[in-house]
T-cell receptor
Framework: GNSVTQMEGPVTLSEEAFLTINCTYT??????LFWYVQYPGEGLQLLLK?????DKGSNKGFEATYRKETTSFHLEKGSVQVSDSAVYFC???????????FGKGTLLTVNP | EPEVTQTPSHQVTQMGQEVILRCVPI?????FYWYRQILGQKVEFLVS????????KSEIFDDQFSVERPDGSNFTLKIRSTKLEDSAMYFC????????????FGDGTRLSIL
């Protein structure tokens, strides 16, 4: 079946540091890939998505590129801010059903 | 921006009791979903709902669970006889279409079974 593996957290960075959160997936064919973010006390918000190989999703300075050859969708940001502190979830949709399959989530803490 | 709203934000219930979690999806959305997240674990799909019937359900969604769209705005998840292991955060989501369209999530209901 489909699955998503993302790097274990927590990740702690200083403000303006470079962020990478690794995400790899297992799925047949060409899933659509998503990053969701959960700020403290809030629900899941879509951060970015990519629907086909080599697509780059981007939003709020975050980027992720759909790499079919490595089955990866790593999240990056060049300069994190304290306000980026949240839990980040990688997820996919594949097949005739449209349920999201999530990774375990990575807690990011950015210190001033 | 339109939001998915969920009530209550926290529900505490005795084991064996029935509980109803409520959701108001975004008004022009047609597809509705429930997910749950047990503390420290992955967000898991429970059920999807379209055109007043279940489209798909997971193994978790057994006979103790049911969903309903009682009117034009609400979407509810009922657990008939709660168990300790039902303690989790329950998220409602909705989307305009299926496929690769983003699902919009509510803030969740934390369900605590005593």
């Amino acid at each position: 079946g489909n699955s998503v593996t993302q790097m274990e957290g927590p990740v702690t960075l200083s403000e303006e540091a470079f962020l990478t959160i690794n995400c790899t997936y297992t799925a047949t064919g060409y899933p659509s890939l998503f990053w969701y973010v959960q700020y403290p006390g809030e629900g899941l918000q879509l951060l970015l998505k990519a629907t086909k190989a080599d697509d780059k999703g981007s939003n709020k300075g975050f980027e992720a590129t759909y790499r079919k050859e490595t089955t990866s969708f790593h999240l990056e940001k060049g300069s994190v801010q304290v306000s980026d502190s949240a839990v980040y979830f990688c997820a996919l949709i594949r097949g005739s059903n449209y349920k999201l399959t999530f990774g375990k989530g990575t807690l990011l803490t950015v210190n001033p | 921006e339109p939001e998915v709203t969920q009530t209550p934000s926290h529900q505490v219930t005795q084991m064996g009791q029935e509980v109803i979690l409520r959701c108001v999806p975004i008004s022009n959305h047609l597809y509705f979903y429930w997910y749950r997240q047990i503390l420290g674990q992955k967000v898991e799909f429970l059920v999807s709902f379209y055109n007043n019937e279940i489209s798909e359900k997971s193994e978790i969604f057994d006979d103790q669970f049911s969903v309903e769209r009682p009117d034009g705005s609400n979407f509810t998840l009922k657990i008939r006889s709660t168990k300790l292991e039902d303690s989790a955060m329950y998220f409602c989501a909705s989307s305009v279409l299926q496929g690769n369209q983003p699902q919009h999530f509510g803030d969740g209901t934390r369900l605590s079974i005593l």
